[in-house]
C-alpha cells in the first residue's frame, strides 16, 4: 500500500520546538519533491515548505522562514520538519504531501500525487 505517514505532532508551549516526520511506505521519496502543508479549521490548506528530490532546493512560506527547517533523508525514506520557537498560530494539522518530478521542486497544493492523513500540532501554554 502506498502511503504517507506523518509523525511527531503534539502539544508545545509558545516558543518550544517539534520535529514533523514523513515517511514513506510502499514507495520510494527519491524521485518525489516533497511538500509541508497545514490547516485549521475554516481555513484553506496552506503550503508551509517544500523540498526537492535532492534536498538542494528549498522554500518557505514567509510566516515560518527563519523558524522551521524542512530536510529529507533518502536513504530512511523520510522528509522532516524541524519547528522551532512556534507560535499560537502555527496551531493546526500538519500534512506531507508528494509529487513526482524530474527537476526543480513543487511546492503547490494542487497536483500533488499523495498526501499523509496530518499530524496535530497544538502550541499553547
Known amino acids: 500500500q502506498l502511503q504517507l505517514v506523518e509523525s511527531g505532532g503534539g502539544l508545545v508551549q509558545p516558543g518550544g520546538s517539534l520535529r514533523l516526520s514523513c515517511a514513506a511506505s510502499?514507495?520510494?521519496?527519491?524521485?518525489?519533491?516533497i511538500g509541508w502543508f497545514r490547516q485549521t479549521p475554516g481555513k484553506e490548506r496552506e503550503g508551509v515548505s517544500c523540498?526537492?528530490?535532492?534536498?538542494?532546493?528549498?522554500n518557505y512560506v514567509d510566516s515560518v522562514k527563519g523558524r522551521f527547517t524542512i530536510s529529507r533523508d533518502n536513504a530512511k525514506n523520510t522528509v522532516y520538519l524541524q519547528m522551532n520557537s512556534l507560535k499560537p498560530e502555527d496551531t493546526a494539522v500538519y500534512y506531507c504531501?508528494?509529487?513526482?518530478?524530474?527537476?526543480?521542486?513543487?511546492?503547490?497544493?494542487?497536483?500533488?500525487?499523495?498526501w499523509g492523513k496530518g499530524t496535530l500540532v497544538t502550541v499553547s501554554s
Open positions: 504531501a508528494a509529487k513526482q518530478i524530474r527537476y526543480g521542486v513543487s511546492c503547490s497544493k494542487n497536483g500533488m500525487d499523495y
Open positions: 523540498i526537492s528530490r535532492s534536498g538542494l532546493s528549498t
Open positions: 510502499g514507495f520510494t521519496l527519491d524521485y518525489y519533491s
